[in-house]
C-alpha cells in the first residue's frame, strides 16, 4: 500500500523445539452458526505446559470450518452468515445433492473460510488481538458433532 509505514520485525521469542502436545476435543452445534471454541483451545494450551510456539486447530470436516473472527459483538457474525449465504446459497444448481440442499453450499463455505488455523502462542497465551475468538462455523443446518484437533509445538 503506498504511503503506509511498516516497522521492523520485534522478536517475541527465540528457541528451539523442544516439545509438543496434540488433544481432540467435541463441538456439538445447534446448526448454522458460529461456536465460539476459543476456551477449550486456551485450556488444553495451559495444560500443555508450553508457553512459546505455534498452536494449530484442525475441524475434521468438510461441512464445518474454522475462523478468527470478532467476539465483541455478535451482529458480525450475523453479516458474515449473510455474506456467505450469498456466495454459496442454499438453492443453486448444485451437482451434488446426495446429503441434502445445504450440503453443496456447506463444502463450498469450507472451501472459502478454512479447515485449519495457526496462531502463536507467546508467554503461554494465544497472540490473538483484543477483539478476536477461535470460531468453528457450522455450515449444515442440522445440529452435527464437530471433532477438533488442536496441536502445539514450541518450548
Known amino acids: 500500500m503506498r504511503g503506509a509505514r511498516i516497522g521492523p520485525v520485534e522478536t517475541l521469542a527465540r528457541g528451539e ?5 496434540t488433544g481432540r476435543f467435541e463441538v456439538a ?8 471454541i ?12 508450553l ?12 461441512s ?4 478468527i473472527q470478532e ?8 453479516d458474515l452468515m449473510t455474506a456467505l449465504d450469498g456466495l454459496a ?29 495457526a496462531v502463536p502462542l507467546v508467554g503461554g497465551r494465544l497472540a490473538l488481538g483484543t477483539w478476536q475468538g477461535i470460531y468453528l ?5 442440522r445440529p452435527h458433532r464437530r471433532e477438533i484437533v488442536v496441536s502445539v509445538l514450541g518450548a
Open 17 to 21: 523445539v523442544r516439545r509438543f502436545a
Open 29 to 36: 452445534t445447534m446448526g448454522r452458526g458460529f461456536t465460539d
Open 38 to 49: 476459543t476456551r477449550p483451545v486456551v485450556d488444553f494450551l495451559s495444560e500443555s505446559g
Open 51 to 62: 508457553r512459546d510456539g505455534l498452536v494449530t486447530v484442525f475441524c475434521q470436516h468438510t
Open 64 to 67: 464445518a470450518s474454522l475462523t
Open 71 to 78: 467476539n465483541a459483538d455478535p451482529d458480525v457474525q450475523t
Open 89 to 117: 446459497p442454499r438453492h443453486a444448481a448444485y451437482v451434488h445433492g446426495a446429503e441434502g440442499p445445504d450440503d453443496m453450499p456447506a463444502h463450498i463455505r469450507t472451501m472459502l473460510t478454512d479447515a485449519s488455523l
Open 137 to 141: 462455523i457450522e455450515h449444515r443446518d
